[in-house]
């Protein structure tokens, strides 16, 4: 149980063009998901909270209108980097939570050419 | 603010070998503490979790951990390490906001093994 699938787990894309990143909870509802954004081997920032039904809540120092965060229905979240550029490449993650327990993805690696 | 502290950035153990990665965490409440790995280009497992009741936690994989309170520790220990152990590791504090726990993670301890 407690599964959590994103998608996708590779894009490589041209600068200037938003990317759409989504994560799912498999088996479970989750009402708060996280975003996460981890650089080479370094540990994981959170950058945003999602919670269903209603905005997300951003971390100090992380552009809302860069990261767009969209939490529709208790299975899914979705981030959409808007007008990507090379620095926004990186790992991005995604976790949700259930039983105070967050149960995370696998991860998506965008490359920003 | 809580705040965790991995002191060992990297380890080398051989397989068959006991481990202990180090743990330290700042937070003013009772904390809850969570053990991850992670495999090279891929999400995060959890291991164990500590809430709460009896400090020393069996978790997936054969490891262990106990919370320390006088010590603000969590070290993660395992009697016998696999060659399939190699990941990072991660050691984090979480502060429950009331939907959920939000996490602080320490920077990771990388493990390798060596046959």
């Known amino acids: 149980g407690a599964v959590v699938s994103q998608h996708p787990s590779r894009v490589i894309c041209k600068s200037g063009t938003s990317v759409k990143i989504e994560c799912r909870s498999l088996?479970?509802?989750?009402?708060?998901m996280f975003w996460y954004r981890q650089f080479p081997k370094q540990s994981l920032m959170l950058m945003a909270t999602s919670n269903e039904g209603s905005k997300a809540t951003y971390e100090q120092g992380v552009e809302k209108d860069k990261f767009l965060i969209n939490h529709a229905s208790l299975t899914l979240s979705t981030l959409t980097v808007t007008s990507a550029h090379p620095e926004d490449s990186s790992f991005y993650i995604c976790?949700?939570?259930?039983?105070?327990?967050?149960?995370f993805g696998a991860g998506t690696r965008l490359s920003v050419l | 603010a809580q705040s965790v502290t991995q002191p060992d950035i990297h380890i080398t153990v051989s397989e068959g070998a006991s481990l202990e990665l180090r743990c330290n965490y700042s937070y003013g409440a009772t904390p809850y503490l969570f053990w991850y790995v992670q495999s090279p280009g891929q999400g995060l497992q959890l291991l164990l979790k500590?809430?709460?009741?009896?400090?020393l936690v069996q978790g997936i994989k054969g490891f262990e951990a106990e919370f320390k309170r006088s010590q603000s520790s969590f070290n993660l220990r395992k009697p016998s390490v696999h060659w399939s152990d190699a990941a990072e590791y991660f050691c984090?504090?979480?502060?429950?906001?009331?939907?959920?726990?939000?996490?602080?993670f320490g920077t990771g301890t990388r493990l390798q093994v060596t046959l």
């Open positions: 984090a504090v979480g502060r429950y906001t009331g939907t959920a726990s939000k996490l602080t």
């Open positions: 500590y809430f709460s009741g009896d400090t």
């Open positions: 088996d479970f509802q989750a009402t708060t």
């Open positions: 976790s949700a939570s259930q039983g105070g327990i967050q149960y």
